[in-house]
């Protein structure tokens, strides 16, 4: 298992009528935290993209708990816990990073394809040697 936390601040364009967070902009966050996790484990997602290779989202799901609002600073913890499949589920736990309340929880399911091709691939070796040294077990 290999986990990232990223702080997002919410910006005043981030909320709806009714001053909360807009409901499509935790999948952005998510989006934050997962290129955040990757780029921490020395793989960057343009890296990745370098070599062939593209994350296609393919699945999505979201719990809102409660609301953030603007200038809240959110904690998006985003967790991989499964390395050689050739789909990539990501757990996402957003909480308020002041208070520790839990705002949101979700995933993202996501496919290696090959870029020239569009067609589904088994992971590429720099995304399992990066990722590989959180799996093991100490």
Do not use: W
């Not at 998510?30 to 290129?35: D, I, S």
């Not at 990073?97 to 993202?108: H, V, W």
Request: proline residues 5%.
């Amino acid at each position: 298992m290999v986990s990232n936390k990223t702080v997002i601040r919410v910006r005043y364009a981030d909320t709806d009528k009714m001053q909360f967070v807009y409901n499509g902009k935790y999948l952005e966050y998510f989006e934050v935290g997962r290129t955040e996790l990757l780029r921490e484990r020395g793989l960057p997602y343009s890296t990745l993209e370098k070599t062939g290779y593209q994350l296609p989202l393919i699945e999505a799901g979201l719990k809102y708990k409660k609301p953030a609002v603007y200038d809240d600073l959110l904690e998006v913890e985003a967790t991989v816990r499964e390395l050689y499949s050739a789909k990539v589920h990501i757990e996402y736990i957003v909480k308020n990073a002041d208070t520790k309340d839990l705002i949101c929880e979700g995933f993202t399911t996501h496919m290696f394809i090959k870029g020239d091709t569009k067609r589904p691939a088994k992971p590429p070796k720099i995304y399992i040697d990066a990722l590989a040294p959180f799996f093991h077990k100490k």
